[in-house]
């Protein structure tokens, strides 16, 4: 995710924090500052948020660890002001697993809240819960509000919310996937308008959470959209057949005047024999330009080559594109290169279907 940086790495998986995330530091301590007046109120306020920040944490372990029981690991887990977001490898497609990992991050907060509940029957401090002021409110007592509202707003039925996920599962159980997921968006967009006019009278807090209902929701329904289309679409339909290829033996040389000559930025490079030993991407030649000059040889400097195989479909290339360590995929039929893929093709497939489709 843009604007984050890593914190650590926990259970296998990198914990990020988005750049907005003091934010809610500054307004929790601007918050406490304005009604207690005194530094004491402030710090409070600030201890109260970093417990929660770690309740935040563990709920996004549940969402990561259940995913990881399916065999779905978990790229990273960022922090943001309205909660966190653990972003898996991928979604279940099985309906009943994606509720089941949607849930399990609002059951961690249900758990905790259950047991400082009895920390505080145990020691004979449950309080006025239901008259509960939360400026009044004793700490672990907070805690306990803090942690059933961490349930309750998650399972709000608006992405990116839990409660999204489960209502768009519970959909496609009756109906397909882009359809679930186009009505749970619309849900999610329609709470967003009333969040944030609610947040103009209101508390200013739920204008930027409906910010980020829209725009999760949005991506979300068009990235199920993308993955949809392209689902049953054989590689040969978005496949560059007319490219240049390199040898390991050409000088840069050559590739700089097929650079000029053309519009291709990533050469495949192949030997006498016709087999893919390696990529040579743009920013590949740039840099052995300036280390060796037009002389350096292209083997010297050559990448490993993304390769994958004809019969394959055009999802499963996007998703290893989209994970950034290759821009080109070489296709190969019976081991000999028929074909390149890139992000950019991929997209203006999608463009010429829709054009076709609104036709
Ligand atoms: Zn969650």
Redesign the pocket.
Known sequence: MKWSARIGRFAGIDLHIHATFPLLFVYVGFVYWAQTGSIEGVLFGLALIAVLFLCVIL??Y??ALTARRYGIGTRHITLLPI????LLEKMPKEPRQEIVV?LM??AVNVAIAAAVFLLLVVTGRPGALVELDLLQATFLQSVLFANILLAVF?MIPAFP??GGRVLRAVLSLRTDRVRATRIAATVGQTLAIGFGILGLFANPFLILIAVFIWIGAGAEASAAEVEERLHRQPVRRAMITDFQVLSPHDPLSRAIDLTLAGTQKDFPVVDGFGTVVGVLPQTGILKGLRDLGAEGRVGDIMEPAATADLSDTLSHLLDNLQQGETRVICILRGGRLVGLVDVENINEFLRIQAALRER
């Open positions: 709920h996004e549940g969402h909660g966190g977001v653990a949607a991050g609002p998650n919310m839990d």
